[in-house]
């Protein structure tokens, strides 16, 4: 999906979660240019940091 994703356009932000702590699937989504990495269970505050650093780039080239 993020290759998909990345097709469309190089600079949205996207956050990865999931419950799978494989080292392949990792390396291969940070090769991809993810924002993030958030594991399950998700930690609300965490996913929250992680969203404002993601999108703050993106407002503020738009600014």
């Known amino acids: 999906m993020i290759k998909k994703i990345r097709e469309i356009d190089e600079d949205i932000p996207v956050i990865v979660t999931t419950a799978h702590q494989e080292t392949t699937f990792l390396m291969q989504s940070i090769e991809l240019n993810i924002s993030a990495y958030v594991l ?12 404002i650093k993601a999108i703050e780039p993106k407002i503020l080239k738009n600014n």
């Open 40 to 51: 399950k269970p998700i930690d609300i505050y965490k996913l929250e940091e992680n969203l």
